[in-house]
C-alpha cells in the first residue's frame, strides 16, 4: 500500500514500478491527487484530510496490505501518529494495524526523530561527519549566531521536503529575510493545524517545527537511497548529482558512484534508529572526498526505483515474497541518468536528455503526458520525446 498525501508525481510513478515488479498495489491519496488521474495503482482509497487516521486506517483494514510505503513527509507523520493512536487500543484489529506500521516502518521508538535538527544532533555520537547545526529558538538566538560572521550559512526548516526549508545565506540581510520566512512558514504550519477539527490533527509533534542555522559546505551534492529491515541495510544505491532543480533543490541529472563512507553513514543510522523500508540519506562531497550528512528522508526518494547495479524494489519483493520478481529496465552504471519528469520541467532543451538514458516510463503515456503538463508542455513535445529512441508503447 503506498501513502501520498502531497502532490507529488512520485507516488504514481512507485505505483507503477511496484506493480511492474509484481506486487498488487492500493494507493491512498486525497481526492484531486494526480494518482486518481494515471491510475498507477490497482486500486485507490480516499483520504480525508478532516479525517486522516480514520481514512487511512479503513483503507488498511480493507486492502490489509502486506508493506505500506509512504512517499513524502507529511504522509510518514500521519502514519507515525496512528501507530501513536492505535498502540494505545486494546482492540485485536488495532494490534494487526500496529504491527503492520512497525513492519513497515520500524522501531516506533525512532519515530519522530528524524526531523532535519533532530538528525544532527544524533548522528555525530556515532562519529559521522556533520555540518555544525544549531537550532533558532528565537530572533535573539539568530543575532549571536550571525555576530560571528561566518558566510554562507544554511537555514532549515522542520517538515519541509525538496528544498522548499532551505535557504542558503550570503550575507547578514540574506539570513535575516530567510530567517523571517522561514518563521512564516512555521507559524503558518502551527495555525492551520490547530484550525484542524480535534481529533483530525496531524499530531506530528507536541513541539513546533524548529528552524536550525547550519555551517555551509561546499561541495557536490549526492544522496543514498536504502531499503532497510529492522535496523538492517538490505540494499542500497549511492548517486552524485551532476545537475539540480534549483540551488538546495532536488538532483534532476545522477550518476552512480562508490563512496564508502557514504554507505557505512547509512548503515550506522539506520542500525541505530532501527529503520524498516525505503529510506534516503542526502549528503554533501567536499573537495577531499569526504561525505557529510545533511539529512535523512525516512521514505521514497526520487532514485529509489532506479534499477542500477541493485533493484531496491526487487529486494523488497523478494523479502515479502520469497520469490524473484519481474526484472525492470536495468541501467548501465557508467551513465548518469536524467530523472523524468524532473529534469524536462526544469529544462525541455538541456543537453542531458539527449547525452544519457531519460528515466521515462513509457509504458504509462497517462503518467508521462500529466507530468509534462505541469510545464504546459503541449501533446506535440511528449510524441517528439518519443520519436527520438523511446517508445511510448513498448
Not at 501520498?4 to 484531486?32: D, H, N, Q, Y
Not at 507559524?187 to 509533534?205: E, H, I, Q, W, Y
Not at 534516503?280 to 567536499?286: A, R
Not at 551513465?335 to 525541455?348: C, G, K, Q, S, T
Amino acid at each position: 500500500m503506498v501513502l501520498t498525501i502531497e502532490k507529488w508525481e512520485l507516488g504514481a510513478r512507485m505505483c507503477s514500478e511496484l506493480r511492474r515488479t509484481g506486487f498488487t498495489v492500493a494507493a491512498v491519496c486525497p481526492a484531486f491527487h494526480m494518482m486518481r488521474q494515471v491510475k498507477t495503482a490497482d486500486e485507490t482509497f480516499a483520504f480525508s484530510r478532516l479525517m486522516p487516521y480514520l481514512t487511512l486506517a479503513r483503507a488498511m483494514r480493507r486492502w490489509q496490505p502486506a508493506f505500506v510505503i509512504c512517499i513524502d513527509d507529511v504522509a510518514v507523520r500521519i502514519v507515525q501518529a496512528l501507530h501513536h493512536r492505535l498502540a494505545r487500543s486494546k482492540l485485536e484489529t488495532a494490534k494487526s494495524l500496529v504491527a503492520l506500521i512497525e513492519r513497515s516502518l520500524g522501531d516506533p521508538r525512532w519515530y519522530g526523530l528524524t526531523e532535519k535538527s533532530a538528525i544532527m544532533s544524533i548522528a555525530p555520537a556515532l562519529g559521522i561527519r556533520c555540518p555544525r547545526s544549531v537550532e533558532i529558538a528565537d530572533k535573539a538566538a539568530l543575532s549571536r549566531e550571525l555576530a560571528a560572521g561566518d558566510f554562507p550559512v544554511v537555514l532549515k526548516l522542520d517538515r519541509t521536503t525538496g528544498g522548499a526549508g532551505v535557504r542558503i545565506a550570503r550575507t547578514r540581510v540574506d539570513a535575516w529575510t530567510a530567517y523571517l520566512e522561514l518563521d512564516a512558514k512555521r507559524r503558518k504550519a502551527l495555525l492551520m493545524d490547530r484550525l484542524r477539527p480535534t481529533g483530525s490533527r496531524r499530531g506530528d509533534s507536541k513541539l513546533a517545527p524548529r528552524i536550525t542555522i547550519q555551517q555551509y559546505l561546499e561541495g557536490r551534492p549526492a544522496s543514498r537511497a536504502v531499503l532497510c529491515w529492522q535496523g538492517a541495510v538490505i540494499g542500497g544505491l549511492s548517486v552524485e548529482a551532476t545537475e539540480v532543480s534549483r540551488e538546495a533543490g532536488p538532483a534532476t541529472v545522477v550518476r552512480m558512484i562508490d563512496h564508502p563512507e557514504m554507505e557505512a553513514t547509512a548503515g550506522s543510522l539506520t542500525a541505530r534508529l532501527g529503520l524498516s523500508g525505503f529510506c534516503g540519506y542526502d549528503f554533501v562531497i567536499d573537495s577531499g572526498g569526504h561525505a557529510f550528512l545533511l539529512e535523512l528522508n525516512p521514505r521514497i526518494t526520487p532514485t529509489c526505483h532506479l534499477n542500477w547495479r541493485v533493484d531496491l524494489i526487487g529486494l523488497l519483493f523478494s523479502r515479502i515474497t520469497g520469490r524473484s520478481g519481474c526484472a525492470r529496465r536495468a541501467y548501465d552504471v557508467n551513465e548518469a541518468i536524467a530523472l523524468f519528469p524532473h529534469e524536462w520541467l526544469r529544462n525541455p532543451a538541456s543537453p542531458h536528455l539527449a547525452s544519457c538514458p531519460h528515466d521515462v516510463p513509457w509504458h504509462e503515456p497517462a503518467f508521462v503526458r500529466t507530468c509534462i503538463a505541469m510545464r504546459g508542455t503541449s501533446e506535440s513535445l511528449w510524441r517528439a520525446g518519443a520519436s527520438r529512441g523511446r517508445n511510448p508503447s513498448s
